[in-house]
């Protein structure tokens, strides 16, 4: 597991968290209200609003509960204000750590980040503290099942993608920050939804865990971050060997 981290055990555990404590509908509709507040409420002119109203829609959110959340993001009907912020810190044994938050209580998560590190023996930053160990980048996750290999990236690079990497049954696709919407929407019009399509950060340094106690001691915070309402992602730049990582997906 290394700069991909973030989409095998990570996304792993986070969505079996996120199932079994009811929390994915509560950042789906923050999702849906940052979006339609960003671009407006048009899904046909607000790519990023299309592609959290279909994310809801996978998981049946009802459409009432999908409207209202919109409604309050563009403004139409009262509701909270929520505002991105950026955390960085490192966990156990050197792994540094991105936490990316949605919240109308900066106090609040604030907070809860810095107990999380450190009630689990990991230290919060400030920051740039770790920034530059990552890129932040477009990412773009389709099923191998979507394609050959060899067309699937050429129809990437010809979007506009900055790399293409196979990884396990993922396709994972690159892209500038610049670039991202372009190259989703090219993606999206040649192969439907993708798996997941978000901005994140990419680690381009790895720190090296090479048993599965220490590698369970990173989860271990990486668990109590996501744990929090507000915590929207937590990117890490921990890299195992195959053995490890196959025993901490097991």
Aim: zero cysteines.
């Amino acid at each position: 597991m290394s700069g991909h981290s973030k989409w095998s055990t990570i996304k792993h555990q986070k969505a079996r968290t996120d199932a079994k404590r009811g929390k994915v509908f509560t950042k789906l509709i923050r999702d849906l209200m940052t979006a339609a507040r960003q671009g407006g409420g048009n899904i046909n002119d607000n790519s990023s609003l299309r592609l959290a109203v279909e994310s809801a829609r996978k998981l049946n959110m009802p459409k009432d509960t999908m409207e209202r959340a919109i409604k309050r993001g563009t403004g139409e009907i009262e509701g909270a204000d929520y505002v991105e912020k950026v955390y960085e810190g490192y966990a156990p044994h050197g792994v540094a750590v991105i936490v990316k938050t949605l919240t109308d209580n900066g106090t609040r998560t604030v907070t809860n980040v810095r107990t999380a590190f450190n009630k689990n023996g990991g230290n919060m930053g400030n920051d740039g503290s770790v920034a530059w160990m990552f890129e932040e980048k477009g990412v773009i996750i389709y099923p191998q099942k979507i394609g050959e290999e060899d067309a699937v990236m050429e129809a990437a690079i010809e979007a506009g993608a900055d790399d293409f990497e196979p990884e396990g049954e993922i396709y994972k696709i690159l892209t500038s920050v610049t670039d991202f919407g372009i190259v989703r929407d090219a993606m999206q019009e040649k192969y439907g939804d993708a798996v997941e399509a978000d901005l994140s950060y990419i680690p381009t340094q790895t720190q090296p865990i090479t048993t599965v106690e220490q590698a369970e001691s990173v989860l271990k915070l990486v668990a109590a971050l996501d744990d929090d309402d507000d915590v929207q992602d937590v990117i890490i730049n921990m890299d195992t060997p195959e053995e490890v990582t196959a025993q901490l997906a097991g």
